[in-house]
């Protein structure tokens, strides 16, 4: 039984588009279960197309054969390619039919090429990369999970919200493959174990500062490999790394990061939380929200203060986001750090607290509880 997703209307009305549609993202969050549906929907509406997994039997197993079976297809209709990295120069094969306007092209993979936004490039700028990302906490209730406090135990995973009996050990395995598959191989790296032991330092340890030297003193490698280590695994998503606000992008590509876990749930199986780590894991929910609605992310802090995010978009004003993680009266540092942060950057201010909470609040800003800002339409 395929369960319904938010992403499937805004993808849809990218299918008519002139670009191919690139589903990038992590492993095992639904893209073939996702794409499937697109072309159902399709067809409903009385398109044609046709699905090909090119890693089964039968199925064309050369650029010359693909071609070919996707000629068969009338044109105007929508061509899914899943697992399309197995097929070798089958980037010459969608760039053809995109350039021709013949048929509509979906793509989607589980190689590392089809993890990262390089897809874009690779085509020409004739696909679009959306990125799709373990279920949202909305879509995770729909099929099943109960509460925030469930969310941030099982996370987003498919198959992780369907058996959460089994999510620990799926997590770990997820970790395993997207180390192994998506990391090392996709980079070359051959020293596991450093690479895997910093995956779960930065997933244990969410938006702390991790110090570039002294970390990288301590897995016994050099700051340039630190650094493309991360990169790495922001590029598998699997870390996502929040830099300083800083306007020079030279400073802020040396600054010292905050790092989030992508998924909540893996963020959970692999690390020994406590009780006031979770206001860290709130936080670390509110991060994924925000890039999931399209924001780039900063932090902010002065000598005596901080902000746990600047969140920006082209074309919007950017906004100064605090987490509190509990309810009642807000500290005065958590008003001090919103408010300088709303200055800093000329921004508007969202406080966002785990429970119903009060305060005077800064002028343009707003206090809303952390679920019931994610459970809203999206706005901000």
């Not at 044609?48 to 650029?63: I, Q, R, T, V």
């Not at 097929?87 to 793509?107: Q, T, Y």
């Not at 995973?157 to 493959?177: G, T």
């Not at 902010?300 to 203060?305: F, S």
Request: proline share 5%; net charge neutral; with cysteine.
């Amino acid at each position: 039984m395929y369960l319904p997703r938010e992403e499937e209307r805004k993808l849809f009305g990218m299918l008519g588009w002139k670009e191919a549609l690139a589903l990038i993202g992590p492993r095992r969050v639904g893209k073939t279960s996702l794409a499937l549906r697109l072309l159902e929907i399709w067809e409903k509406r009385g398109g044609s197309g046709k699905y090909f997994d090119l890693e089964s039997l039968g199925a064309p197993s050369s650029a010359a054969e693909l071609a070919s079976e996707i000629k068969k297809i009338p044109e105007g209709g929508l061509v899914v390619l899943d697992e399309v990295q197995v097929i070798e120069n089958w980037v010459k094969v969608v760039r053809g039919e995109v350039e021709g306007a013949r048929r509509h092209i979906l793509v989607s993979g589980s190689s590392a090429s089809l993890l990262s936004k390089e897809i874009a490039s690779s085509l020409g700028g004739r696909a679009i990369p959306e990125v799709i990302l373990p279920l949202s906490y909305r879509d995770a209730r729909i099929w099943g999970l109960k509460s925030l406090d469930e969310y941030m135990k099982i996370g987003g995973y498919p198959e992780c919200v369907l058996r959460p009996h089994e999510a620990s050990r799926l997590h770990k395995l997820y970790l395993e493959l997207t180390i192994l598959r998506d990391v090392a191989a996709r980079k070359g790296i051959r020293e596991i174990k450093p690479l895997s032991d910093l995956a779960v330092l930065l997933l244990s340890e969410p938006g702390k500062t991790i110090s570039a030297k002294k970390t990288a003193a301590m897995l016994g490698i050099s700051q340039p490999t630190f650094r493309s280590f991360v990169d790495a695994l922001n590029d598998a998503f699997l870390i996502l790394s929040v830099p300083p606000y800083i306007r020079s992008p030279r400073e802020r590509v040396i600054a010292d990061a905050r790092n989030y876990a992508y998924d909540i749930g893996l963020q959970s199986s692999v690390s020994i939380s406590t009780e006031e780590d979770r206001g860290r894991r709130l936080e670390n929910v509110v991060a994924i929200e925000l890039v999931r609605r399209g924001y780039s992310l900063s932090y902010i802090r002065g000598n005596e203060w901080e902000c746990d995010f600047i969140a920006q978009k082209t074309g919007t004003r950017p906004i100064a986001v605090q987490v509190w993680g509990d309810g009642g009266k807000i500290p005065e540092r958590e008003l001090i750090g919103l408010e300088n942060g709303m200055k800093q950057a000329k921004a508007e201010g969202l406080l966002l607290s785990e429970k119903e909470a009060e305060a005077k609040m800064p002028p343009n800003s707003k206090l809303k509880t952390i679920e019931e800002w994610i459970l809203s339409i999206p706005e901000i």
